[in-house]
């Protein structure tokens, strides 16, 4: 059974840096891209990073870019988003999710863990 | 970009009426496209991928059609369990999703 587990949530200032973190298991790390997806509070789905199977390829929104980076540890089944110079529309439930195919990064997202919440205010 | 729009952004219907939700896209995303449902609280769920292929154990009441710009799921006999928030998603540039329906009982 796959499983995420996302890690490392919590409340900042404007300005801040935080790193989540998500431990997978049930599948393959290496073999699938990974992504993370957020959702502010009574809003919508938006994409915000996706890394490619082996981690050298990255893509990102420009609502994120050059602020936050997304990694992966590949012997530790671990994926990661480094979020810098974070603002309070930043503030969202955090997940990850599991890119569907082996090898591939343009497709859908096929399992996701249960969410981080991260909250940015003065 | 890729814009994903969806209607209604609130539905409410009866158990057993048959429900749609449609999808359009600002330009052709061909059949890349998916649909998620998400409950209060929880995490998306992956229900129907490439349009039309229903991920494994979803009820068969669902079903999702379409291709190029516009896209429908369709709930054939609503139940209780339905109530939940929709989304749509493309996959055909990077990744972008529809802004939401609220699936509610009467």
């Known amino acids: 059974e796959v499983q995420l587990l996302e890690s490392g949530g919590g409340l900042l200032q404007p300005g801040g840096s935080l790193k989540l973190s998500c431990a997978a298991s049930?599948?393959?790390?290496?073999?699938?891209?990974m992504s993370w997806v957020r959702q502010a509070p009574g809003k919508g789905l938006e994409w915000v990073s996706t890394?490619?199977?082996?981690?050298?390829?990255?893509y990102y929104p420009d609502s994120v870019k050059g602020r936050f980076t997304i990694s992966r540890d590949n012997s530790n089944n671990t994926l990661y988003l480094q979020m810098d110079s974070l603002r309070a529309d930043d503030t969202a439930v955090y997940y990850c999710a599991q890119v569907a195919v082996p090898a591939a990064i343009t497709e859908y997202f096929q399992h996701w863990g249960q969410g981080a919440l991260v909250t940015v205010s003065s | 970009d890729i814009q994903l729009t969806q209607s209604p952004s609130t539905l409410s219907a009866s158990v057993g009426d048959r429900v749609t939700i449609t999808c359009r896209a600002s330009q052709t995303v061909h059949t890349w496209l998916a649909w998620y449902q998400q409950k209060p609280g929880k995490a998306p769920k992956t229900l129907i991928h490439k349009a039309s292929i229903l991920e494994s154990g979803v009820p068969p009441r669902f079903s999702g059609s379409g291709s190029g710009t516009e896209f429908t799921l369709t709930i054939s006999s609503l139940q209780p369990d339905d109530c939940a928030s929709y989304y749509c998603?493309?996959?055909?540039?990077?990744?972008?999703f529809g802004q939401g329906t609220k699936v509610e009982i009467k």
């Open positions: 049930g599948f393959t790390f290496s073999s699938y891209a």
């Open positions: 998603q493309q996959y055909h540039g990077y990744w972008t």
């Open positions: 890394i490619s199977a082996g981690g050298r390829s990255t």
